[in-house]
């Protein structure tokens, strides 16, 4: 028994047949107990059932296809991509929010330098090194980017 399982593909084949093997039995006894409910029918019952359950599900699954072709059928138009304003930057907007970067990455320098000259500065460094791992890299990274 233990050569069948030394390669993956074994163990994947005995895994499957037994996930197989418990969802035929499962299936096996709610078919029986579906049996027992519906002996008391008669061929009638049994036929107008089928018939409703035949509407009910088919006309669900034909309002779902009519909907998503009709999805298709809204779009047939070609419509153009629109692009949004806020996207849309100017190059005085872009040396606004450079220089605002740079004002931000000055400030967390500074912030980091006081930090690191008090005496509590270096458990808070390793308490923010614990909690939030990346972070003081991002900030270093930061630093750097000029």
Not at 17 to 27: A, G, K, P
Not at 88 to 102: F, G, N, Q, W, Y
Not at 109 to 116: A, G, P
Request: aromatic share 8%; charged share 25%; with cysteine.
């Amino acid at each position: 028994m233990k050569g069948f399982f030394r390669s993956k593909r074994g163990l994947i084949v005995a895994a499957y047949d037994r996930l197989m093997m418990v969802v035929e039995t499962t299936l096996r006894r709610w078919a029986a107990v579906l049996n027992k409910k519906s002996a008391g029918f008669s061929a009638r019952q049994l036929t107008v059932g089928l018939v409703v359950f035949c509407i009910v599900f088919g006309s669900a699954v034909a309002f779902t296809i009519w909907q998503s072709l009709n999805v298709f059928a809204d779009h047939r138009g070609g419509s153009s991509v629109s692009v949004p304003k806020h996207l849309i930057l100017k190059d005085s907007m872009v040396m606004e929010h450079r220089r605002t970067a740079s004002i931000s990455r000055a400030r967390i320098k500074v912030w980091l330098d006081s930090v690191k000259k008090k005496d509590d500065g270096h458990k808070l460094l390793k308490k923010m090194q614990s909690l939030r791992p990346g972070l003081l890299d991002s900030l270093k990274m930061l630093e750097n980017i000029k």
